[in-house]
C-alpha cells in the first residue's frame, strides 16, 4: 500500500453490533478495505492506542475500537464480557464497517480476542501482533491491576490521578502517564475524573480483573492459538509482571513461523511505557510482509 498524508487526529465513529453501539476511532482513508484494528486491554479505552498510532496512521487505515463495556461503547446490561461475546463483538463491527481483510493488534484482553478472531477467520486475518498475551498470566500481575483500579471511585484533579497511576508505570514518563491516565479516565461533572467502564470491573466478587474472564476459559484459549494460520509477532515488554518468558516461548512453538519482539523499558503496559518502539515494531513487521506473499 502506497502511503499517504492523513491526519494525526482520530475520528470517532460509532456502529451497531451485537444489540450495542461501539465507538471506535479512526485514522486513515475509511474507503480503504484493509484495516489495522486495535484493541485495548482490560480497563482501558481506544485512546490508550494514540500515540503508537501516529506512525502507523500515515501509511494504512488504522481503526480503534473500544470494546464493550469500556469507553464509549455501551455496558452489557446481562453483564457478559467473556472472550466469546468479544470475539462476536468483533466479527460484527468488521462487517459493519466493511472491512475484507485487517490486521489484529491487540493487548493483552484485547490480544486474547484477536487470537481467538484470527482462529476463526484465516480467511480475513492477514496478520496478528500479540502484545503482552499469552493463555497463562501470573497472579502478581493480576494482583496489580486490581489494585489500580482499586486506588479509589473518583479522582478531584488529573493532577492526582497521575499520581495514584504512577506507581503503577514506572517506566512511563509524566505525559505518557497522562494519556494512560486520560485513556482509563473521563471527566465527571463535577470537575474530577472516574473510571471509563463498567463499575462492575472493579467488583471482585462479580469478575476478577484480569486479563481474561474466567481461569477456566484459559485452556480454550491454547485452542485458539493451535488454529492461527496468519504471520503473528508475539511482543513482550522486559520488565513485565504478568508473563513469564516460558509463557511467551510456549505460544511462539505453538505458532509456526511467529517471531517474538522485546521491548525494553515497558512493563505489562507496552502501549502505554513505549508507544514508538511498540510502532516502529509493528512497521517493520508489516514491511517484512509485504515483501512476501501473504
Known sequence: MAPMATSSKPRDEFVEANGLTFHYREWGDPRTKHAIVMLHGFAETSAAWDEATLDLAREFRVVA??????????YAPDQDYTRATQVEDL?????SI?????????????GAAAICYAAE????????VLIETAPEVLRSGIEALRRLISAGDEFPTLEDAIQAFR?????????QLERRVRASLRPTDGGGYTWDFDPIFRDPAARPPEPDPGQRRLSDLWDCVDRVQCPTMIVRGAETDMLTPEAIQRLHRRIPG??????????????????????LNVREFLQSLSNTPI
Open 65 to 74: 475500537i473500544d470494546l464493550r463495556g469500556h469507553g464509549q461503547s455501551e
Open 258 to 279: 511467529s517471531r517474538v519482539s522485546l521491548i525494553e523499558d515497558a512493563g505489562h503496559a507496552v502501549p502505554t511505557d513505549q508507544p514508538g518502539a511498540l510502532s
Open 167 to 175: 506507581p503503577h508505570f514506572p517506566y512511563a514518563t509524566t505525559e
Open 121 to 128: 477467520h484465516p480467511e480475513i486475518v492477514t496478520a496478528l
Open 91 to 95: 466479527e460484527l463491527i468488521v462487517e
Open 98 to 110: 466493511g472491512l475484507r481483510s485487517v490486521t489484529l493488534v491487540g493487548h493483552s484482553m484485547g
